[in-house]
């Protein structure tokens, strides 16, 4: 899809007059960045677009840079919708900070109304300078007071380098990933993992074949954590001794705002509950800000809240990568994502906003939530999103009489660009085993009303269509398979149904598949339970985060939050915690055995949560919601020695949390 857009641009350079065919009814008018050119790695410039259309709009505007000595551009920012006053269209500003390379760089902004087709384009270009002169390197703050920004003078071809950084009385530094030198470049690095208001001791490393060679020691001074901020505070239950794992030494959560219900904040902290690494958006005090998953290198990918196509709704419309200075480095949102999805034929993808009138057989695509994951092959991200699709009264059991909305989900697949290669949509998928069944609903019959905690803003309930709509799926988990348990590269998705309490195995082939859900396993699924360790309730329920361990060998496992089996009979036991589990399987004779007892965690997470595997075999378990009292709950990081607490760190209600080794080499799970 990158070809074909290009194919559409006329590309001019120095800010020179819009290039565009005669019959064109966009044009550009303005394009302007602040503060002006040159600036040093690691400023902050904003570019302002204004631009007019004859048409109806909207006016959409992307922005894409390439890298000095390159005329490849990258997407930074795609589509997105500007304001229109007074017959001048004017781009959402596009903040943009570079830190890799100094030299001059390209920026352009393409414009588009997606109704008539027609664009336009126009680049500029803008000079980033070095931070290091001569032969000493330097270290300077960033925006966040935790997070700094190293740069070391070039080093030779061949060779490469990262930065190793400490405490002066620490003798193991924590290192950064290994860059390839390129030579006459200079070297730059985000710092990331250090306690407030400490100094800490950094020097580059540079490898040449075998040999390691450090450069000079600089001293650098972290800000304090600000004041306009609400931290929270940790509360260590079963400090680390012995057993814990010190080498995954790191606590990652994404917490809660308990007065709105949304994750907006996410602290790295040390197994003390010391602060080391935030990331907010300072949008406002109730902004959606997601970690879904730390990438290795040291950036993230995030679900936040902000502008798109639909001026109804701003909740969960961007996917964002961020690094861990807080900067954007690629973004899309769904309104874009909608277009590209209806060319590649998702009919049910299209805007809500659309929409008129909402009757049955009427679907769109709302917001993205729960996860985005960047582990398939060629840098390529999924992401989750709903789908609301209209039915005929009566379905899923409605009494109401009136048309019933019932929310299920997409899997996307952007290439690494960022433009949609292939989909999932659940409800190509609803006729029936081995499918799905729409006719299966929520196992304990969750719903979603407008504005309702926990839910995607619900777009299509509108007068007319029943008032509560069926939360028929609730994704909440995905991972990517490279290998199958025969040891083929079956390169398929995992994909977590919270409220159907099932994990499928969904035929993604690398992007050659079906779409087709290869197996279903929970309660009433595909697989039989092999029940060695006579469990009463054997099978797990409303879980999270499903992944299999030791890059795709094995086991899988999940947190098993547990809510069908602490529901009353008949459903469940009526009592109960939720647990870690972890589950070798049988794709053939399709049978799952749990290697160990679940382990229990002694309390019940209500949502949320997430397990992970440690590199010393102990298990990560985060129990996100757990109510202590009457409106006030806290989260759980559990570390388990077999099934000892080794490690219990409770703190503010969080979405999912990692124990891992710095914020440079996460997990892949």
């Known amino acids: 899809m990158r070809s074909e857009r290009n194919g559409l641009l006329c590309?001019?350079?120095?800010?020179?007059?819009?290039?565009?065919?005669?019959?064109?009814?966009?044009?550009?008018?303005?394009?302007?960045?602040?503060?002006?050119?040159?600036?040093?790695?690691?400023?902050?410039?904003?570019?302002?677009?204004?631009?007019?259309?004859?048409g109806a709009g909207p006016l959409t505007f992307q922005f894409n840079v390439a890298p000095p000595n390159s005329s490849t551009f990258a997407l930074v920012r795609d589509f997105n919708a500007g304001t229109l006053n007074g017959g001048v269209w004017t781009s959402q500003p596009f903040v943009w900070a570079p830190t890799g390379v100094e030299g001059t760089y390209q920026v352009q902004v393409v414009i588009k109304d997606f109704a008539t087709g027609e664009t336009a384009s126009k680049s500029g270009t803008y000079l980033v300078t070095p931070l290091v002169s001569g032969s000493t390197p330097v270290v300077v703050p960033t925006a966040n007071p935790l997070v700094a920004l190293f740069s070391a003078p070039s080093c030779s071809a061949g060779s490469s380098m990262r930065v190793a950084f400490k405490l002066p009385q620490a003798q193991t530094p924590v290192t950064t990933g290994w860059l390839s030198c390129r030579p006459p470049k200079s070297m730059t690095f985000e710092i990331a993992g250090m306690y407030p208001s400490v100094q800490y001791q950094m020097y580059s490393q540079t490898r040449t074949g075998s040999n390691i060679t450090n450069g000079a020691t600089l001293t650098f001074t972290t800000g304090s954590l600000p004041s306009d901020i609400t931290f929270p505070t940790f509360t260590v239950n079963i400090k680390a001794g012995s057993k814990t794992d010190?080498?995954?030494?790191?606590?990652?959560?994404?917490?809660?705002?308990?007065?709105?219900?949304?994750?907006?904040?996410?602290?790295?902290?040390?197994?003390?509950?010391?602060i080391l690494w935030y990331y907010y958006q300072p949008a406002s005090s109730t902004h959606y800000s997601l970690l879904a998953r730390p990438l290795p290198g040291g950036t993230m990918l995030t679900i936040q809240d902000g502008p798109a196509w639909n001026p109804a709704t701003q909740g969960q419309q961007l996917l964002r990568q961020i690094d861990l200075a807080g900067n954007v480095v690629r973004e899309t949102n769904t309104g874009v994502v909608q277009q590209q999805l209806l060319a590649l034929g998702a009919a049910d993808a299209g805007p809500c906003n659309a929409i008129n009138p909402v009757q049955v057989g009427s679907a769109?695509?709302?917001?993205?939530?729960?996860?985005?994951?960047?582990?398939?092959?060629?840098?390529?991200?999924?992401?989750?999103?709903?789908?609301?699709?209209?039915?005929?009264?009566?379905?899923?059991?409605?009494?109401?009489?009136?048309?019933?909305?019932?929310?299920?989900?997409?899997?996307?697949?952007?290439?690494?660009?960022?433009?949609?290669?292939?989909?999932?949509?659940?409800?190509?998928?609803?006729?029936?085993?081995?499918?799905?069944?729409?006719?299966?609903?929520?196992?304990?019959?969750?719903?979603?009303?407008?504005?309702?905690?926990?839910?995607?803003?619900?777009?299509?309930?509108?007068?007319?269509?029943?008032?509560?709509?069926?939360?028929?799926?609730?994704?909440?988990?995905?991972?990517?398979?490279?290998?199958?348990?025969?040891?083929?590269?079956?390169?398929?998705?995992?994909?977590?149904?919270?409220?159907?309490?099932?994990?499928?195995?969904?035929?993604?082939?690398?992007?050659?598949?079906?779409?087709?859900?290869?197996w279903r396993m929970g309660p009433d699924g595909d697989f039989a339970f092999n029940n060695v360790n006579n469990d009463s309730w054997p099978w797990f329920s409303h879980q999270h985060e499903v992944a299999m361990e030791n890059n795709g060998a094995g086991p899988l496992t999940l947190f098993d939050n547990g809510n069908t089996r602490v529901s009353p009979p008949p459903l469940g036991l009526g009592s109960g915690h939720s647990r870690c589990m972890s589950l070798t399987f049988d794709e053939t004779n399709l049978e799952a055995t749990p290697p160990s007892p679940a382990i229990d965690m002694g309390v019940f997470s209500t949502a949320m949560g997430s397990a992970q595997l440690l590199s010393d075999g102990n298990m990560y378990c985060f129990a996100a919601i757990v109510i202590v009292k009457l409106n006030h709950s806290n989260s759980y990081s559990i570390e388990f020695d077999g099934a000892t607490q080794v490690l219990n760190v409770s703190g503010p209600e969080g979405y999912r949390g990692w124990q891992l080794r710095n914020l440079y080499d996460p997990p892949i799970t």
């Open 11 to 54: 590309v001019v350079f120095l800010l020179a007059a819009a290039c565009s065919p005669a019959s064109a009814r966009v044009a550009i008018t303005a394009m302007q960045a602040s503060p002006a050119a040159p600036k040093p790695i690691g400023s902050v410039i904003t570019f302002t677009v204004t631009a007019t259309d004859t």
């Open 364 to 518: 769109c695509l709302g917001a993205f939530h729960h996860d985005a994951i960047q582990t398939l092959p060629n840098g390529y991200t999924a992401v989750l999103a709903d789908i609301e699709e209209i039915f005929p009264p009566g379905a899923q059991g409605d009494t109401t009489g009136l048309p019933v909305d019932i929310v299920g989900d997409m899997i996307v697949v952007l290439n690494s660009d960022w433009q949609v290669v292939w989909y999932f949509d659940s409800f190509q998928h609803d006729g029936g085993p081995p499918q799905l069944d729409i006719n299966r609903p929520a196992v304990l019959g969750e719903i979603c009303q407008v504005g309702q905690n926990g839910c995607p803003p619900m777009l299509l309930l509108v007068p007319g269509i029943s008032a509560k709509a069926k939360d028929w799926l609730h994704g909440n988990s995905l991972y990517y398979w490279p290998a199958d348990s025969s040891g083929g590269a079956s390169g398929d998705l995992i994909f977590s149904s919270r409220h159907q309490d099932w994990v499928m195995k969904i035929d993604y082939d690398n992007g050659a598949g079906s779409g087709n859900i290869l």
């Open 246 to 274: 010190k080498t995954d030494a790191l606590l990652l959560v994404n917490t809660i705002d308990p007065a709105v219900f949304v994750p907006n904040l996410a602290l790295a902290t040390d197994l003390s509950g010391r």
